[in-house]
């Protein structure tokens, strides 16, 4: 794990392994789309919105230093498009309201 000088942990710290996976396969594609889409046997634009939802992932990292650990995973999770949009708002005010709760 990678740390910052201010003791936080770096973006890529926050990939998944598969996340991490693709990055060096994409890398060792020298960035080539239609090679890694071959090689995962899936369409280009399969691939391509797999490397758009990857990169939100990595913005919103960037973007959201200060949140809590929680609500940083339901960013990447509602990035990754595991969760619909009511839900990530529901449980983001959920969260919130707790935090200011306490």
Request: glycine share 4%; net charge negative.
């Amino acid at each position: 794990m990678a740390v910052a000088a201010d003791g936080r942990k770096q973006w890529i710290d926050y990939l998944t392994p598969e996340d991490l996976a693709f990055v060096k396969r994409f890398l060792l594609a020298s960035g080539t789309l239609k090679q890694l889409a071959s090689e995962y046997g899936i369409s280009y634009p399969t691939l391509r919105l797999r490397l758009d939802r990857l990169i939100d992932k990595v913005r919103l990292i960037d973007e959201h230093t200060e949140a809590s650990p929680f609500e940083l995973q339901l960013r990447m999770t509602y990035a990754d498009g595991r969760i619909d949009d009511e839900t990530f708002r529901l449980l983001l005010e959920a969260h919130r309201n707790e935090a200011a709760g306490r």
